[in-house]
């Protein structure tokens, strides 16, 4: 006769799975695969590799930017494909790329740490660069003009072109992060028609319970790790009857723990290269106006 087993058992395995993914933010990758205790810190040498590799990639913008030619990533395509990469641009299409800082040819290690470096572009039609200039530059809208990724935003000092920012960030894949952060950011006028922009962010709070009576801020680096850096390069030319604009991001997130790819994997990974796209295709629509929301 066959044992049949206590449906109340089959409900606390259930019960256990699901109290096991809910407490996923408690998990984190050590070394060797081996699980560390809740939230991992940002470590040292996590922190120095990410440092290492923007100060290499600031390197090669500057350079680029010192050359004055061929500013946008896919102006280093071959010739059929940079053709048709600018014909995609017209069509209202944004072209991005994943990159890789490499040091002498090989790739930078990141203990304990993910590095996620993306370029993307857009053509913004019979528009001028202060056009463009105007909504970058206009923090205290940014909320409204890159909602929902944007939930609050404030303009907290300005010098010149040199502004200090205050944008709240929300976050949506399988899983919702709400982080604070501040920003450095430097405008650089390079001649008629031709300007970029150097931000890094200085300050990255995830925000516990948002929205609710007992939300607070973690310790900047020893939060759940969804963003522990974050660093953005935009450059602007208005040539070809628009103006072209380039966004670059290198961010730096915690490693997957083991065993919750699948549910934090893709949060991770698709996230940065989802964001920049929406952030290219706001701003055309900032630049163009609310007809071009619809």
Request: hydrophobic residues 35%; charged residues 30%; glycine residues 8%.
């Amino acid at each position: 006769m066959r044992q049949v087993k206590p449906r109340g058992s089959k409900i606390a395995r259930i019960m256990a799975f699901l109290l096991a993914t809910l407490s996923m933010q408690e998990v984190c990758l050590g070394g060797a695969g081996t699980p560390e205790p809740a939230s991992p810190k940002l470590k040292l040498d996590t922190k120095q590799a990410f440092e290492r590799y923007v100060k290499l990639t600031d390197a090669r913008n500057e350079a680029e930017l010192k050359r004055g030619a061929d500013l946008l990533w896919i102006d280093g395509l071959s010739g059929p494909q940079r053709s048709e990469a600018y014909a995609d641009l017209k069509r209202g299409e944004v072209k991005m790329q994943k990159l890789e800082t490499r040091e002498n040819g090989g790739t930078i290690p990141c203990p304990s740490g993910m590095i996620h470096h993306w370029v993307g572009v857009v053509f913004i039609p019979s528009a001028k660069l202060r056009d463009v200039l105007e909504p970058l530059e206009d923090y205290d809208r940014h909320s409204l003009y890159y909602s929902p990724d944007v939930e609050r935003s404030k303009l907290e000092s300005r010098e010149g072109d040199h502004f200090l920012v205050f944008l709240r960030f929300r976050r949506h894949k399988m899983v919702t992060v709400v982080l604070n952060t501040k920003h450095q950011v430097q405008y650089f006028h390079d001649a008629p028609g031709r300007a970029h922009s150097r931000s890094s962010a200085v300050r990255i709070a995830e925000v516990e319970n948002p929205g609710k009576s007992d939300e607070r801020e973690k310790k900047p680096g020893e939060d759940d790790g969804f963003l522990w850096g974050m660093e953005t390069w935009w450059r602007m030319e208005e040539r070809d009857g628009g103006v072209y604009v380039q966004s670059e991001v290198a961010s730096l997130t915690r490693n997957i723990p083991t065993g919750l790819g699948w549910l934090i994997g893709p949060f991770v990974t698709e996230i940065p290269k989802e964001t920049l796209t929406f952030t290219l295709e706001a701003t055309r629509k900032a630049v163009l106006g609310p007809a071009s929301r619809h």
